[in-house]
């Protein structure tokens, strides 16, 4: 990342809501040394205010604030080296774009944009500015991740076959996406953009393969209308100030949540936009239940499939090769309590206890020949994505080496991207997909 000789990193930060707050404490807590917060942007006011309350909170001055349509004169009058993009997905081409031909190099959140448009746009730019894109996959940097990657390409299954992908997401944080603007396929491409990108990102990174071609079938089959049908559905459009939600476990309650309450109820006069809808309301054009069928340039096949309404969080990954198998399996919550529904993954509640909930995580090596072998992998825990958010940070923001190629690149994002926009594509006609058709990466 570029920078002035002898001066600390400049870094300025697009899109302010709930995500921006990990690159703001990476940036201003634990690497205040190298990297230098030097302004926000945003289309809300409030949310780039909250943001610097909180940055008082931490010690530190509050930074300036642009108008997001004003970003090209910010990384100027900011004297920004690197743009930060954690705004909604569909914006995330423009940004980067815009940052790119001001002279800076971009970290951007996944997906790395939403639309075969918007990624032929950034691939250009970068070949045009010669600047730098990195994509926030920060599934690479779990260590558990990282240990798999380490065992294929030292050959422990041999030749990779195939690969299944199962993930599951609870009724807690898969009921979210649905809350909130994700539920719009045309903002967010849906969770095979959203969610799945990261786990196709892992699976080219860990094959060191692209996708050729790609199948899927999917549904709404829980959220949406189809609550009605199962039972679940309750008759408001939002929660908060809705007694029809007292009693439903899916609504959010952002009152409870002092963050929550900053970034969103306290700043929907400036917008409109409400974080807390009904997960049963009509307007839902994502699905919730997704599998998909790829083949890779090696020969290799996944069969991967996606449910965001399961009982507990986790995923396994199976892969079979020419000298045995190797399986992930990761709990991350094995139940979802009464209490903690209405909640986020990870938030703290306030009042009642949530029930505890267990979780773990096991790899294992299953020669031919041979019995299993658990293999142990240090440094996985259960905050931060396994421990990969602050791993992370310490390698986009340059302050670690990095080995094993985590850093995804824009080829990288433009890889994980297609496969998510060929299998909604493959959705719509009902017929395969190649990858090339879409969009040539050679």
């Not at 009642?352 to 041979?370: C, K, M, S």
Request: glycine residues 10%.
């Amino acid at each position: 990342m570029s920078s002035r000789a002898g001066e600390r990193t400049r870094y300025a930060l697009v899109g302010t809501g709930s995500r921006a707050e990990m690159f703001v404490r990476a940036l201003v807590r634990d690497h205040a040394d190298a990297a230098e917060l030097a302004a926000f942007a945003d289309v809300n006011q409030a949310r780039m205010d909250a943001h610097n309350r909180w940055l008082a909170e931490l010690g530190q001055a509050p930074v300036p604030t642009y108008r997001a349509a004003d970003l090209a004169a910010m990384l100027t009058k900011e004297r920004v080296d690197v743009l930060l993009v954690t705004s909604v997905d569909d914006t995330h081409a423009g940004h980067v774009e815009t940052a790119l031909r001001a002279g800076c190099d971009v970290v951007t959140e996944k997906p790395m944009t939403t639309d075969v448009a918007g990624c032929r746009q950034i691939l250009d730019a970068v070949a045009e500015t010669g600047r730098q894109v990195r994509v926030a996959f920060n599934y690479r940097y779990n260590p558990l991740h990282e240990r798999l990657r380490e065992l294929l390409a030292d050959g422990a299954v041999g030749e990779i076959g195939s690969v299944h992908f199962e993930w599951l997401l609870d009724v807690r944080h898969g009921a979210d996406y649905f809350r909130r603007w994700h539920r719009d396929k045309a903002r967010s491409g849906g969770l095979l953009v959203h969610k799945a990108g990261h786990h196709f990102d892992l699976v080219n990174w860990w094959l060191d393969a692209t996708p050729v071609e790609v199948f899927a079938a999917g549904r709404l089959f829980f959220y949406g209308e189809a609550g009605r049908r199962h039972g679940y559905a309750r008759d408001y459009d939002r929660a908060h100030g809705s007694p029809a939600a007292g009693n439903d476990p899916f609504a959010l309650r952002l009152s409870t949540h002092p963050r929550l309450r900053e970034l969103y109820l306290d700043a929907e006069a400036e917008d409109g936009y409400h974080r807390d809808r009904n997960v049963f309301a009509p307007g839902v054009t994502i699905e919730d239940d997704m599998a998909v069928l790829a083949r890779y340039s090696t020969g290799a096949t996944m069969t991967y499939h996606l449910t965001a309404y399961a009982p507990y969080e986790g995923y396994r990954v199976m892969v079979n090769g020419s000298r045995g198998r190797l399986e992930l399996e990761v709990v991350e919550s094995d139940h979802v309590s009464p209490t903690a529904a209405g909640a986020l993954k990870g938030s703290a509640l306030h009042g009642d206890e949530a029930a505890r909930e267990t979780g773990g995580a096991t790899l294992t090596l299953r020669p031919f020949w041979r019995p299993p072998v658990a293999v142990p992998v240090r440094g996985h825990t259960r905050q931060g994505h396994g421990g990969a958010d602050a791993r992370m940070t310490r390698v986009l923001l340059g302050r670690e080496t990095d080995p094993l190629g985590r850093a995804a690149t824009a080829r990288d994002g433009a890889l994980a991207l297609l496969t998510g926009l060929a299998a909604n594509h493959s959705l719509t006609t009902g017929a395969p997909v190649r990858v090339a058709d879409l969009l040539d990466l050679r």
